[in-house]
C-alpha cells in the first residue's frame, strides 16, 4: 500500500459487507411473508421489513463508495488524504446515525417516529426510499459535506487525473441531488416528479459515475492498461450515461399526471440507456485482452467483468423490458420493477463494491499480490453462488411479474391483486429458493477472508 491513509477505508468496507448480511436478510424476510403472509407479525411487518431492506441497500452502497473514494484518491492523486481523522470521524457519524435510523425502524411505531424525531418542523418522512427521519437526513448531508471537503481538498493539492475528475462529479451529484429529499410539495404530482430526481439520478445518473470510476481504477491495477486507453472509454461511458440517464427520468413521469409528451421522451431516452452498460462490457473484456501484466489478484478481474455483464443485464436488458410507455401500462408496479431493481442494484453496484474490496482488502492486510490461490477459489465459488442466485431471484420474479399482468390486468375476467399473488405463490417459492443461495454465497465470501494458506500471514 503506498499510502497510509488509504487504511482509514477498511472500517468502511468491513462495515459496508455488514450492512450487505442484514440486507440479504430482510430480503429473505420479504420473501418468506410473500409465501407465508403472517410470518414474525407483528414483530416485524411487511412494511418495516421492505423499508429497512431498501434502507439498509442505499446506506451500505453509500458505504462503500466512501470506502472506495478514500482507498483509491490517495493513490491517484499520488498525496496522503487531506484529512483522515474527519474520515474517521464520518465514519462514526454515519455509521452510529445509520443503525440509530434501523433500529427506531424496527423498533417504533413509524408515525411516533416522525413525532419524537420532529418531522412536524421540517416535513420529509413517508416517502418510499427516502423514509428516513428528518434529523437523519441532515445528519447525511453533514457527513457528505465533510466526506466531499476531504475529498475535494485532496484531490485539489494533487495529481489529476480522469479517475478522479469523473469520481468528484458524481459525489458532488450525489450530495446535490439529494437534497431534493428535502422538498415536499403538497401537490402529489409535483412530489413524486422532483421525487425522482433523487431516487432516479441517483440510481442511472451520478452513482453510475462513481461506478465506472471505481471500474476504471481497479482494471488500470489488475491489467496494466496504459491510462490514456482507459479513459477514452471512461470518457465515452459516462458521456452517454449522462446524456440517457438525465432524460430517461421521463420513463418514470408516464402515468403521475405529467405532460403527454413524456411518453416520448421516457421511451427514447429508455431505449438508448441500456448503451452505456452494454459499452462497459466490451470496456471491460477489450482492457483484459489488452492487459500487460498478470496479476495475482485474479478474482478481482472476475468480479469486474462480472460486474460489466450484471448490469447490463439487470439494468440495460429487465430495464429495457418494460419501460417503453406502452408496455409500462401494462407493467408498471408489477414484479417485473422488482426484478429489474434488484438484478440492477446488484450488478451495478454490489458486485462493484465487491470488486473494489476484493482488490483493496487483502492490500490493505498486507497481502500486496492479492489473496492466495486457495482464498480465490473459495471466493469464486461464492461469486459464482450470489451471481446465480440473483439471476434466479430476477428470472422468477420476471415470471411472476408476467403471470400479474395476464392474470390481473388483462382480459375481461381478471382477478384482483390478493387472489393473483395467491395464484404467483409457487414461484415466490423458488425466488425464496434461490435468495437463500445468495445468502449461501455471501457467507461463503465472508469465509474467504479467513482461508489460510501457507506463506501466507
Known amino acids: ?39 414474525l407479525f407483528p414483530e416485524i411487518p411487511f412494511n418495516v421489513a421492505r423499508m429497512v431492506h431498501t434502507n439498509l441497500l442505499i446506506v451500505l452502497i453509500l458505504f462503500g463508495f466512501m470506502g472506495a473514494t478514500y482507498y483509491l484518491v490517495p493513490e491517484e492523486s499520488e498525496r496522503e488524504l487531506w484529512s483522515p481523522w474527519l474520515a474517521k470521524i464520518t465514519f462514526w457519524v454515519f455509521a452510529f ?31 418510499e426510499f427516502l423514509e428516513q427521519p428528518t434529523i437523519t437526513k441532515i445528519g447525511i448531508v453533514i457527513v457528505a459535506l465533510a466526506f466531499i471537503l476531504n475529498i475535494g481538498m485532496t484531490v485539489l493539492k494533487g495529481r489529476k487525473t480522469v479517475i478522479t475528475v469523473v469520481l468528484l462529479t458524481g459525489l458532488l451529484g450525489l450530495a446535490v441531488f439529494f437534497l431534493f429529499a428535502f422538498y415536499v410539495p403538497d401537490n402529489l404530482v409535483l412530489d413524486k416528479f422532483f421525487w425522482w430526481y433523487v431516487v432516479h439520478l441517483w440510481v442511472e445518473g451520478v452513482w453510475e459515475l462513481i461506478l465506472g470510476a471505481i471500474l476504471a481504477f481497479v482494471l488500470i491495477k489488475v491489467t496494466g492498461v496504459d491510462r490514456e486507453h482507459i479513459d477514452k472509454w471512461l470518457y465515452l461511458i459516462i458521456a452517454m450515461t449522462l446524456i440517457s440517464g438525465i432524460v430517461g427520468t421521463g420513463h418514470h413521469f408516464f402515468y403521475i399526471g405529467t405532460p403527454g ?46 460486474t460489466a455483464i450484471i448490469a447490463f443485464l439487470g439494468a440495460g436488458v429487465l430495464g429495457f423490458l418494460h419501460t417503453l410507455a406502452p408496455v ?67 428470472l422468477a420474479l420476471v415470471i411472476a411479474g408476467t403471470m400479474q399482468v395476464f392474470i390481473q390486468r388483462v382480459g375481461v375476467d381478471a382477478l384482483g391483486f390478493m387472489e393473483t399473488q395467491a395464484e404467483i405463490v409457487p414461484v415466490y417459492v423458488v425466488r425464496l429458493g434461490f435468495g437463500l443461495l445468495t445468502l449461501l454465497g455471501l457467507l461463503t465470501y465472508f469465509y474467504s477472508f479467513f482461508v489460510k494458506e501457507e506463506g501466507v500471514k
Open 261 to 306: 409528451y413524456w411518453l416520448w421522451i421516457g421511451s427514447i431516452a429508455s431505449a438508448v440507456e441500456p448503451l452505456p452498460f452494454f459499452l462497459m462490457i466490451l470496456y471491460a473484456f477489450a482492457m483484459e485482452k489488452q492487459r500487460r501484466i498478470d496479476h495475482d489478484n485474479k478474482i478481482a478481474l472476475t468480479w469486474a467483468k462480472g
Open 1 to 39: 500500500m503506498k499510502y497510509s491513509s488509504q487504511m482509514v477505508a477498511k472500517p468502511y468496507f468491513i462495515f459496508a459487507l455488514v450492512l450487505l448480511a442484514g440486507e440479504v436478510l430482510f430480503g429473505l424476510i420479504l420473501g418468506t411473508q410473500y409465501v407465508a403472509g403472517d410470518f
Open 328 to 394: 409500462n401500462y401494462f407493467t408498471h408496479g408489477t414484479q417485473l420493477t422488482a426484478a429489474h431493481g434488484h438484478l440492477s442494484f446488484f450488478g451495478a453496484y454490489i458486485m462493484i463494491l465487491f470488486t473494489i474490496i476484493s482488490y483493496a482488502m487483502p492490500i490493505m492486510r498486507g497481502r500486496l499480490h492479492g489473496n492466495g490461490v486457495k482464498a480465490q477459489a473459495v471466493e469464486r465459488r461464492s461469486f459464482w453462488m450470489m451471481v446465480i442466485g440473483m439471476l434466479g431471484i430476477s
Open 97 to 127: 446515525a445509520g443503525v440509530a435510523t434501523i433500529l427506531g425502524y424496527l423498533l417504533v411505531p413509524y408515525a411516533t417516529l416522525t413525532e419524537i424525531t420532529y418531522n412536524n418542523i421540517l416535513p420529509t418522512m413517508g416517502r
